[in-house]
């Protein structure tokens, strides 16, 4: 189970708990959630590389003799498509939510151009640490509802802004390398997909994962009515119900 950002991974797992006879494991990414944030590698986790290695070494602790499904949100939806390209033969299938496949996402546009100098490298924790304003936008903006956004739920997509050395790791890995030209495998995906978005999604818009349900070729599509990018939190029982048809089937 792969997330986009802050909690998402737990609330994933709250909900897809209640389906019968699942068996969830939900983690945070590297740079992401309450995962140690290193900042002295020598492989670097935080690329693309090492990410597809982590979700392959949980396939193959959890998922023997087992079907495997991979869930992926927004981010993560781009980083479950790369894993499938790859290793179709490990996964039963892929739920897809949001997926950024068509849009990369990542730090704000204009941080791009600082990759690249090497000079710059020591100054750029102090530049993303701007991410812990910016990204209550995003997550206000994640929501049809934004009552939800309750005191609660901003505490746990900020508490990950807490743990040491997360602006560093956030830095590393928006250096690192991340899923690119997925348009060019989704012909090549052919196990069972399903793709799940809200019918009001401006993170990833809603019409993204329409055409990448159009343009899988074993794929289906549900949109969930009056949610935005987080369906799952907005309408959990009725994402619920959606994942358990789909497994069930």
């Known amino acids: 189970m792969l997330h986009g950002f802050g909690a998402s991974a737990y609330s994933f797992k709250y909900v897809i708990d209640q389906i019968p006879n699942s068996f969830v494991v939900a983690y945070d990414r590297a740079a992401f959630g309450f995962t140690e944030r290193q900042t002295e590698f020598d492989q670097n986790p935080y690329d693309l590389e090492s990410q597809l290695e982590v979700i392959d070494g949980f396939i193959e602790t959890y998922g023997e003799n087992k079907d495997v499904y991979l869930l992926g949100h927004?981010?993560?939806?781009?980083?479950?498509?790369?894993?499938?390209?790859?290793?179709?033969?490990?996964?039963?299938g892929l739920i897809l939510e949001a997926p950024a496949v068509y849009v990369t996402g990542g730090a704000p546009g204009w941080l791009d151009w600082v990759f690249s100098i090497p000079q710059l490298d020591h100054l750029g924790p102090l530049l993303v640490s701007s991410i812990a304003s910016s990204g209550l936008d995003l997550l206000y903006e994640s929501y049809e509802d934004e009552s939800l956004v309750t005191e609660e739920t901003l505490e746990a997509y900020t508490k990950p802004l807490e743990v040491i050395n997360w602006e560093r790791a956030f830095w590393e890995f928006n250096k690192a390398s991340r899923p690119e030209n997925l348009e060019q495998a989704i012909n090549d995906i052919t196990i069972p997909v399903l793709v799940i978005t809200g019918d009001?999604?401006?993170?990833?818009?809603?019409?993204?994962?329409?055409?990448?349900?159009?343009?899988?070729?074993?794929?289906?599509?549900?949109?969930?009515?009056q949610t935005g990018h987080l369906p799952n939190e907005e309408k959990p029982d009725e994402f619920a119900e959606i994942v358990s048809g789909f497994l069930n089937r």
């Open 200 to 225: 009001n999604d401006t993170v990833v818009a809603t019409e993204d994962s329409i055409r990448l349900s159009e343009e899988l070729p074993n794929a289906e599509l549900t949109i969930i009515d």
């Open 74 to 92: 927004s981010a993560g939806g781009s980083m479950a498509m790369a894993y499938a390209e790859s290793n179709q033969e490990k996964l039963t």
